[in-house]
Nanobody, 122 residues
Framework: QVQLVESGGGLVQAGGSLRVSCAASGRTFSSGVMGWFRQAPGKEREFVAAIRWSGDITYYADSVKGRFTIYRDSAENTIYLRMNSLKPEDTAVYYC???????????????WGQGTQVTVSS
């Protein structure tokens, strides 16, 4: 059973930075893909970023490209999302997910964390 636990969300002013983490357990993560999604109130869940567990390929939504960075610590089975130049429209619950295919589609991810709230004030 794979477990994903997010942490690091919070309140930050526009233009600020925040890092969220996702600790994975329950299997050996030497392959596959980890992704970050977000969901704002009244909106559908949307893709943010993904990384192959090998670390060689990353993939970003256009809305965060150049501002967010996804990376992993394989020794700790943890992935991170570093968010810079945050905007109020980045406010959402951020979820990490694990799957086998590098994709922006949530249907390709089999395991999900419980989410962590990120709020950006203007």
């Amino acid at each position: 059973q794979v477990q994903l636990v997010e942490s690091g969300g919070g309140l930050v002013q526009a233009g600020g930075s925040l890092r969220v983490s996702c600790a994975a357990s329950g299997r050996t993560f030497s392959s596959g893909v980890m992704g970050w999604f977000r969901q704002a109130p009244g909106k559908e869940r949307e893709f943010v970023a993904a990384i192959r567990w090998s670390g060689d390929i990353t993939y970003y939504a256009d809305s965060v490209k150049g501002r967010f960075t996804i990376y992993r610590d394989s020794a700790e089975n943890t992935i991170y999302l570093r968010m810079n130049s945050l905007k109020p429209e980045d406010t959402a619950v951020y979820y990490c997910a694990a799957g086998e295919r590098l994709s922006s589609g949530p249907q390709w991810y089999d395991y999900w964390g419980q989410g962590t709230q990120v709020t950006v004030s203007s």
